[in-house]
């Protein structure tokens, strides 16, 4: 709501909607899984829930039988800053044993890939899962239900660095039938999440953010106009990996009335600008900002 009563100054904040799990699909005869898109990751951890059904399950016949051990890829990232997730990446994979459904760890050191067995699950049940970096950096520490592995990394960057790998078929055998896995990644796959802003609306041009740092950053806002002009930068606030902090913002009086677009920005210790994400809308990394008086 909006306040119109004269020498009031109200601030109210609009975000996108909810980002819902993405069912990924790979088609009979394939390797690759639909929707795909360019989505990066940088911080120090990856969080996930997913869910297989019984079309996870395969048996393969004739020549094709030495290949069911292989391990099919799930989820996970590049890393290291490789462009490819054959030189660096950490990732789960699956594969039917017998059948019995089993996860793997699926890591890429320096382009040699080290799979192994994690533990055995259900179809048509969901499992949160995740894939931390060791307090030194050096290790991937995965998480799937509360089983977890720890795999050497191939570098020792702050941060997770790279982009996201999604569900593939294969091993050497491409899809012997269609494959659906729903697929929900949590808030950590990025630099920073922002809570949703408090009070709402604000008055007075105030409001706060709750800030969590998943890598060491200078957190603030860009602010801009209707027509894509950038009128305002806040002050930089220095963040480290793991804290959380609340920021305050103060625009009273600065601007006409109208609307506005914030964008979070956060400044990594190379100089990269990257955009922050809103807590529970990962596909949000905006909101939009109504000043009346």
């Known amino acids: 709501m909006i306040n119109f009563n004269k020498g009031i100054f109200t601030l109210l904040l609009i975000f996108s909607s909810t980002a819902e799990a993405t069912l990924f699909t790979i088609s009979k005869g394939d390797h690759y899984s639909t929707p795909k898109e360019v989505r990066l990751i940088v911080g120090t951890k990856m969080n996930m829930s997913v869910a297989f059904d019984d079309s996870a399950h395969y048996q393969f016949t004739g020549a094709a039988v030495t290949d069911q051990l292989d391990t099919n890829k799930l989820y996970g990232f ?12 950490a990732r789960f994979g699956w594969r039917d044993n017998n059948g019995q459904l089993e996860i793997m760890t699926f890591t890429h050191r320096n382009g040699v890939f080290y799979p192994a067995f994690l533990t055995a699950i259900d179809t048509n049940r969901p499992y949160n899962a995740s894939i931390t970096l060791s307090d030194d950096k050096q290790y991937y520490i995965y998480d799937f239900n509360g089983v977890t592995s720890q795999v050497l990394r191939g570098c020792n960057d702050s941060y997770i660095w790279g982009y996201h790998s999604y569900p593939y078929f294969g091993g050497q055998q491409v899809a012997p039938h269609g494959v659906t896995i729903r697929v929900d990644v949590g808030d950590e796959a990025g630099p920073a999440y922002v809570e949703l802003p408090y009070p709402n609306p604000a008055m007075n041009g105030n409001f706060k953010l709750n800030v ?13 106009d209707m027509l894509g002009k950038l009128v305002w930068v806040s002050d930089r606030t220095n963040f480290k990996t793991d804290q959380q902090t609340v ?18 920005i956060t400044e990594l210790i190379d ?7 809103i807590t529970n809308q990962s596909k949000s990394d905006s909101f939009k900002v109504i000043l009346t008086r």
Request: proline share 2%.
């Open 78 to 89: 590049a890393d290291c800053k490789s462009l490819d997730v054959l030189e660096n990446s």
């Open 271 to 277: 100089g990269t600008e990257l955009r922050a994400g």
């Open 212 to 224: 969590k740092a998943y890598a060491d950053f200078n957190f603030f806002i860009k602010l801009y």
């Open 247 to 264: 920021v305050s913002y103060s625009i009273n009086g600065r601007f006409a009335a109208g609307m506005y677009t914030a964008v979070p």
